[in-house]
């Protein structure tokens, strides 16, 4: 079965960096949509950075330019290096997954496979 096991959370100070991983499982990865996504406390899910099969991006509005989503499609995982941390980013950050391909990865009802989530703290 499909299996997303997410690591690399943790707590940071504002400008501060981090860099989440995703371990995927069950199915084969490199034809799958990946992303990240997150949620706040009393806020609902956002989606925060996409990557489909060819390597193609795409970034929330607030991500851009502080946050590179890639992926090893020999080692079956998913990453997403956060710089420039803002107290906003605080949130717990899930990694999803999806068949698809190209404009279907910018769809959020792709993403049928999610991981346990890990925190991110950004303090001020």
């Known amino acids: 079965q499909v299996q997303l096991v997410e690591s690399g959370g943790g707590s940071v100070q504002a400008g501060g960096s981090l860099k989440l991983s995703c371990a995927a499982s069950?199915?084969?990865?490199?034809?799958?949509?990946m992303g990240w996504f997150r949620q706040a406390p009393g806020k609902e899910r956002e989606r925060v950075a996409l990557?489909?099969?060819?390597?193609?991006?795409s970034y929330a509005d607030s991500v851009k330019g502080r946050f590179t989503i890639s992926r090893d499609n020999a080692n079956n995982t998913l990453y997403l290096q956060m710089n420039s941390l803002k107290p906003e980013d605080t949130a717990i950050y899930y990694c999803?997954?999806?068949?698809?391909?190209?404009?279907?990865?910018?769809?959020?009802?792709?993403?049928?496979?999610w991981g346990q989530g890990t925190q991110v703290t950004v303090s001020s």
């Open positions: 999803a997954a999806g068949p698809g391909w190209s404009w279907r990865c910018r769809v959020d009802n792709t993403y049928k496979n």
């Open positions: 990557i489909s099969p060819g390597g193609g991006t």
């Open positions: 069950g199915f084969t990865y490199s034809s799958y949509c």
